[in-house]
């Protein structure tokens, strides 16, 4: 089974920034594809950016501008920066990644994200 865990949540104001990262435990990294997802208390879990085993990298329209989403493959990592944070960005990020193209096969269990004044 494959692991992935989360780090680098936290409090933030508006306009703020952060990053997050996610590190794999598998032997195959560089070919997962990689994604990132949001769940805000009492909304349904939200896309938020996906990377492809080739860097290609997509993101939703809520987040596009404002969020990068990049990978080290030797690190096995992927991150998520995080940059003019809005109020409606608080929720908990949650990494996802699969091989064969299948984005959402493994999940980690989050890092909360706050952004408020």
């Known amino acids: 089974q494959v692991q992935l865990v989360e780090s680098g949540g936290g409090l933030v104001q508006p306009g703020g920034s952060l990053r997050l990262s996610c590190v794999a435990s598998t032997k195959v990294f560089s070919i997962y594809a990689m994604g990132w997802f949001r769940q805000a208390t009492g909304k349904q879990r939200e896309y938020v950016a996906t990377i492809t085993s080739g860097g290609i990298t997509a993101y939703a329209d809520s987040v596009k501008g404002r969020f990068t989403i990049s990978r080290h493959n030797i690190r096995n990592t992927v991150y998520l920066q995080m940059d003019s944070l809005k109020p409606e960005d608080t929720a908990v990020y949650y990494c996802?990644?699969?091989?064969?193209?299948?984005?959402?096969?493994?999940w980690g269990q989050g890092t909360q994200v706050i952004v408020s004044s």
């Open positions: 996802t990644g699969g091989h064969s193209g299948n984005y959402s096969s493994y």
